[in-house]
């Protein structure tokens, strides 16, 4: 949203100098707020979520972005530009909250087979929402080719409405992961049995408490089955489950002062994971890295593209912004066909190998239309085409990118820290999305007519970087079952029994979300149904 305000000589005359045109100093700071907040959004909410689960993590982050994106479009809560920064830094918080907890939830309601199109049609739905702005924005600004009212307002507006969309969807038809209640303290079977349940009658199944069957693989055929009860899953159980049940259920309420201390000693608890030696050097940093890079090429470029169409010239920026936004689609399609058949890891380097160089092609291309502008002649239509292309070709390169580190971040990190993972990796993007838009910012203000090439160039290198951190990840999880432990945990855990080192949801002695080496083989098929249709519910 913010690339096409910045473009916007009304928006820039409102916030920035009376001489937008020569000006916008400040805009830096605009651009940063966003990712400023969503660094703090995507580490709290993502350590937090681990604590109070995905599903409240998710409505927290959607609704706070709505709620400040309609304050910042009103002139009564954001008549300045240091009000506005105030509100695009709150709704970067609501940004940042989301993205940890929808691509766990995505990831732990899904089985190994499909996991990649499932997270993949999650993440294509910033497509949707970038190819509704571009078209918004085309529609609006197009109303007021003299600039004269502040339409920006109205698009700003209209821009919040999604979330509230979202968050209205997500609180009637998304329930909360199973596999969280089984990791947490309290081992809740009860809570897990109802997340599934209400996952099936999602599904269409109907449920029926008088049938004495359980859950039959006949299920989708319109016969009643019995839902899933706390005491099945209990009786898949082993060992010393059943003592820990008991207690779980009598165990008192803590106080308000005792959760909140819990909820700092999870934290703190997830941080020392993350950082332990099992999964510092092949995980959590290279996958920050990656972050990183990617972030930092990916929004310096996605920001500012439309202010670099200006610079350089191009005509009729919404139009082409919205063919920048529309070349997410093969990108993801792509991803979704091929995320699971070729790997991650060769799906993730190709794609940022890719993207680099779209943007060398392009810089080239800026570079020697500035050359020819400062010798008095314009751009021919062939480098408008190739600057239009090869945009367009990072775009696309840049969406599988996403989509598959999306996949690898929600793959890598164990269910106990899985969120908190998203969320430090997450929070590092931040960081490199932050630098992005000071650099960018001051090529853009301060720079010559080289500028805009410069930027391209920088991206391009920071993405080459990034294609060399898939090679030091610990292993490819294409195809192999999430897991829900790193390490050893010397803590008591609500199933009193030590845990091992990278458990697989077919080696581990906690009940999983699927059970599919301890259930019938008739649950076995109805599990794999009810799989095959969750496409309905993501």
Not at 344 to 373: C, D, H
Not at 375 to 394: E, H, P, R
Not at 455 to 460: D, E, G, K, R
Request: hydrophobic share 45%.
């Amino acid at each position: 949203m913010l690339s096409y305000l910045l473009a916007d000589s009304r928006f820039r005359e409102d916030m920035f100098s009376e001489d937008s045109s020569s000006s916008m100093e400040g805009a830096e700071y605009l651009a940063s707020s966003i990712f400023v907040g969503m660094l703090i959004g995507g580490t709290v909410l993502g350590f937090l979520s681990d604590r109070i689960g995905r599903r409240p993590a998710l409505l927290l982050g959607l609704l706070t972005n709505s709620v400040a994106g309609m304050c910042s479009s009103l002139p009564i809560f954001a008549p300045s530009f240091v009000s506005l920064t105030m509100w695009r830094f709150v709704a970067g918080v609501g940004i940042g909250a989301t993205v940890p907890p929808l691509f766990t939830l995505a990831s732990e309601w899904s089985s190994k087979e499909v996991r990649g199109v499932f997270v993949t049609a999650v993440a294509s739905f910033w497509m949707v929402g970038s190819i509704f702005v571009s078209s918004l924005a085309w529609c609006l600004f197009q109303l007021d080719p003299m600039h004269e009212l502040p339409i920006w307002r109205v698009f700003a507006a209209t821009c919040a409405l999604p979330s509230l969309l979202g968050a209205w969807m997500v609180y009637n038809y998304v329930p909360e992961s199973p596999r969280f209640y089984l990791a947490a303290e309290k081992c809740d079977y009860e809570l897990a049995a109802k997340s599934c349940n209400q996952m099936a009658m999602l599904l269409n199944v109907h449920l029926d408490h008088e049938k004495e069957s359980t859950l039959l693989g006949a299920a989708f055929d319109h016969r009643a089955v019995h839902p899933l009860t706390k005491d099945e899953l209990f009786s898949h159980h082993q060992e010393n489950a059943a003592n820990s049940f008991n207690s779980s259920e009598n165990a008192h309420s803590p106080t308000n002062r005792a959760k909140m201390n819990q909820t700092i000693n999870s934290s703190v608890d997830s941080l020392r994971k993350l950082y332990s030696s099992q999964l510092l050097p092949r995980t959590t940093l290279p996958l920050q890295l990656l972050w990183f890079c990617l972030s930092f090429a990916t929004y310096g470029i996605t920001t500012w593209i439309n202010t670099l169409f200006v610079e350089i010239q191009l005509e009729n920026i919404y139009f082409n912004s919205f063919l920048f936004a529309l070349s997410s689609l093969p990108g993801n399609i792509v991803s979704m066909v091929y995320s699971d058949r070729y790997g991650r890891k060769k799906m993730l380097i190709g794609s940022l190998i890719g993207a680099a160089s779209g943007l060398v092609v392009f810089a080239t291309t800026v570079y020697a239309g500035s050359r020819q502008e400062n010798d008095g002649q314009s751009n021919t239509s062939m480098q408008t085409f190739v600057i239009v292309l090869c945009a367009c070709a990072f775009q696309a390169f840049g969406t599988i990118s996403w989509n598959t580190i999306d996949i690898i971040t929600a793959e890598m990190f164990p269910t106990n820290v899985r969120s908190a993972g998203m969320g430090v990796c997450t929070a590092t993007g931040r960081l490199g999305g932050i630098l992005s838009q000071c650099i960018n910012a001051k090529l853009i203000v301060d720079g010559s007519g080289s500028g805009a090439a410069w930027i391209l160039v920088v991206a391009s290198i920071s993405l080459l970087f990034g294609a060399g951190m898939p090679l030091v990840l610990d292993r490819d999880m294409t195809m192999e079952e999430l897991r829900d432990d790193a390490i050893e945990d010397s803590t008591d855990c609500c199933c009193s029994r030590k845990r091992k080192d990278h458990l697989s949801d077919e080696e581990t002695d906690m009940p999983q979300l699927q059970l599919q080496s301890s259930r019938s083989l008739e649950y076995q098929s109805f599990q794999q149904e009810v799989e095959s249709n969750q496409p309905f519910l993501l």
